[in-house]
T-cell receptor, first 113, second 115 residues
Framework: AQSVTQPDIHITVSEGASLELRCNYSYGATPYLFWYVQSPGQGLQLLLK??????LVQGIKGFEAEFKRSQSSFNLRKPSVHWSDAAEYFC???????????FGQGTELSVKP | NAGVMQNPRHLVRRRGQEARLRCSPM?????VYWYRQLPEEGLKFMVYLQKENIIDESGMPKERFSAEFPKEGPSILRIQQVVRGDSAAYFCASSPNQQANYGYTFGSGTRLTVV
């Protein structure tokens, strides 16, 4: 079955600290992987995506993610968190031929001063 | 270049009424996807449409829900005889073609409240 698991429902980090949000997926074919961020009451903004090639991808707002096929993981990282990064983060997987994305449950990030 | 436009942003309906949610994709995008987000949950796929065609409706409830994307005009998600359990945020996304590597652009959503 196709699925995405984000093990951490809620994470709190101090401003300036590093961040890693976990994402594991189960997918039959070669997956296309995405990270989205959602601020309260807003839509989803694409942070980064992975299709092929270099397994470390850079995104907007200083985020990066690493694809590890052996671990079926696509963890999101940021070296130094800013207060404005507080939001909900969603990992998603989709087929290379387009079509529906399968989302994880989301991880809510809180940033303390 | 406007993004994906969804309206209304907020919609309140009484039980038994109909809800119509509209989505105008980005200019040049001919593929539209609808997702539902229940409170404290991630997004769940509902339906994938191209102009005048439903490509994948595997996530649509069997009854009361329908979607269309006419040749002209926005895509419409229609919920008949709404119930409390339909209260959720409904998001639309669009892409220029079938290839996922172009990415999906999401709208800001319609928050439906059934009272």
């Amino acid at each position: 079955a196709q699925s995405v698991t984000q093990p951490d429902i809620h994470i709190t980090v101090s401003e300036g600290a590093s961040l890693e949000l976990r994402c594991n997926y189960s997918y039959g074919a070669t997956p296309y992987l995405f990270w989205y961020v959602q601020s309260p009451g807003q839509g989803l903004q694409l942070l980064l995506k992975y299709f092929s090639g270099d397994t470390l991808v850079q995104g907007i707002k200083g985020f990066e993610a690493e694809f590890k096929r052996s671990q079926s993981s696509f963890n999101l990282r940021k070296p130094s968190v800013h207060w404005s990064d507080a939001a909900e983060y969603f990992c998603a997987v989709g087929p290379n031929q387009g079509g529906k994305l399968i989302f994880g449950q989301g991880t809510e990030l809180s940033v303390k001063p | 270049n406007a993004g994906v436009m969804q309206n209304p942003r907020h919609l309140v309906r009484r039980r038994g009424q109909e809800a119509r949610l509209r989505c105008s994709p980005m200019k040049g995008h001919s593929h539209v996807y609808w997702y539902r987000q229940l409170p404290e949950e991630g997004l769940k796929f509902m339906v994938y449409l191209q102009k005048e065609n439903i490509i994948d409706e595997s996530g649509m409830p069997k009854e009361r829900f329908s979607a269309e994307f006419p040749k002209e005009g926005p895509s419409i998600l229609r919920i008949q005889q709404v119930v409390r359990g339909d209260s959720a945020a409904y998001f639309c996304a669009s892409s220029p073609n079938q290839q996922a590597n172009y990415g999906y652009t999401f709208g800001s959503g319609t928050r439906l409240t059934v009272v």
